[in-house]
């Protein structure tokens, strides 16, 4: 069978193998010899869905493919419609650690989101765009006002306040449907940078969202969880 790859596609292959590095889109066209190594990718990804988790460890010399592996990956997840989530760890993010290392981490992964629509990342502001419009859309075709908008997004959000800081998220979206409303950029950039982890002192981030805490090294872990379980939602 003839498979017709996209102008778009094989630009940026070739762009990036004469360049030395892993193509970010079209892998599947010259992927070879990983049928074991794809299959239990995909067995990880189905056990995901189904609300499960999987840890993988991929090891290998230099040059052996890791890199276009790892990529491989994030291109079937994001096929699947998935939300991938990447950084590297280094010196400066580190799984813990003090002086923002950690919290350093988290914000690299939330700047990198991807979805489908966003394949190279920053995707985390038009998943939250897009739930709060919809949501609100939902709640104005009934006739409701955007008070009620708020109370559907507390509401929508209830499940989330199991976790730890779970209000405070709940809260900052909110404040993001406001600025939302109001054509106010800034109320939603400072949500998202909220989000992201990119406050680095609660005074700031009370005086922005009306918010008294942050994501900082002690507690970076249980905010990706919540970030997890939004974007389930």
Do not use: C
């Not at 590095?21 to 892998?27: H, R, T």
């Amino acid at each position: 069978m003839t498979v017709r790859i996209k102008e778009k596609e094989r630009a940026a292959i070739l762009s990036s193998l004469g360049a030395g590095v892993v193509p970010a889109q079209g892998l599947h066209h010259i992927q070879v010899g990983r049928k074991d190594e794809v299959e239990a990718i995909l067995s990880d990804l189905k056990r995901v869905e189904e609300s499960g988790a999987a840890v993988r460890f991929i090891v290998g010399r230099f040059g052996s493919g890791k890199s276009f592996f790892v990529n491989l990956v994030h291109t079937v997840a994001l096929e699947r419609r998935f939300v991938v989530a990447k950084a590297d760890i280094t010196t400066d993010r580190r799984l813990t650690g003090s002086n923002g290392v950690a919290r350093a981490l988290y914000s690299e992964l939330a700047k990198n989101i991807a979805t489908r629509s966003r394949a190279d990342g920053g995707a985390l502001s038009s998943i939250v765009e897009r739930w709060v419009a919809d949501l609100a859309h939902e709640v104005k075709s009934g006739g409701g006002t955007d008070e009620d908008v708020r109370a559907g997004i507390a509401e929508a959000l209830r499940p989330l306040q199991d976790y730890v800081s779970g209000y405070d998220f709940a809260h900052v979206l909110s404040e993001y449907y406001r600025g939302y409303m109001e054509h106010n950029t800034e109320l939603q950039d400072a949500a998202v940078r909220w989000l992201r982890g990119e406050y680095s002192t609660k005074t700031e981030a009370r005086q922005d969202l009306g918010v008294r805490s942050i994501i900082d090294d002690d507690s970076f872990y249980d905010y990706l969880k919540l970030l997890a379980a939004f974007v389930r939602l």
